[in-house]
């Protein structure tokens, strides 16, 4: 069945530290790949997208994901977080529609 | 700011009423999609319309319809609402029939008391 895994629910990490957010997809070929921010009580950002082409992809706000087919995943990096990068964080693929991972929520530490 | 608005932002209501959430997509985009967010089922796709037809459908229920209307915005009726309905509800907008990026709005967030 086609499925979207963010295997990470909540994640905490200090400021300034490293991020990464991890994204697997099970489709038959390679659907398009997205990353969405929520904040609380706000709709969805689009933080970057993946069609084709150069693997890796820079977005919004410093963040970049990597594309591996291999390992059918599309995770989300960011080499130094902020304390206002703080939300929920889905990962979203379209084949014929557009399906959301279950979200993982994105804790900051001072 | 994304574009796209959603009218009301708030609405409480009770068991067995109908209610109308309205969307206003992104100028010149001519998809619209409907999105219901509640903790226990994550994001999950209702409907999509394309240039006022539907286009797709994902877990929409019986009781749920939606429509676009030739200025393009759409609304999604929700009728003999349940304790169960009560979540946030989205719409997005995207230029694209198929595969392309969508814009969300703020959502309406719906209470069934």
């Known amino acids: 069945a086609q499925s979207v895994t963010q295997p990470d629910i909540h994640i905490t990490v200090s400021e300034g530290a490293s991020l990464e957010l991890r994204c697997n997809y099970s489709?038959?070929?390679?659907?398009?790949l997205f990353w969405y921010v929520q904040s609380p009580g706000q709709g969805l950002q689009l933080l970057l997208k993946y069609f084709s082409g150069d693997t890796l992809v820079q977005g919004i706000k410093g963040f970049e994901a990597e594309f591996k087919r291999s390992q059918s995943s599309f995770n989300l990096r960011k080499p130094s977080v902020h304390w206002s990068d703080a939300a929920e964080y889905f990962c979203a693929v379209v084949n014929n529609d557009m399906r959301f991972g279950a979200g993982t929520r994105l804790t900051v530490k001072p | 700011d994304s574009g796209v608005t959603q009218t009301p932002k708030h609405l409480i209501t009770a068991t067995g009423q109908r209610v109308t959430l309205r969307c206003s997509p992104r100028?010149?985009?001519?998809?619209v999609y409907w999105y219901q967010q509640s903790l226990d089922q994550g994001l999950q796709f209702l409907i999509q319309y394309y240039n006022g037809e539907e286009r797709a459908k994902g877990n929409i229920l019986e009781r749920f319809s939606a429509q676009q209307f030739p200025d393009l915005h759409s609304e999604l009726n929700l009728s003999s609402l349940e304790l169960g309905d009560s979540a946030l509800y989205f719409c997005?907008?995207?230029?694209?029939?198929?595969?392309?990026?969508?814009?969300f709005g703020p959502g309406t967030r719906l209470t069934v008391t």
């Open positions: 100028s010149g985009d001519l998809s």
């Open positions: 997005a907008s995207s230029g694209a029939s198929g595969a392309g990026e969508q814009y």
């Open positions: 489709y038959g070929a390679t659907p398009y």
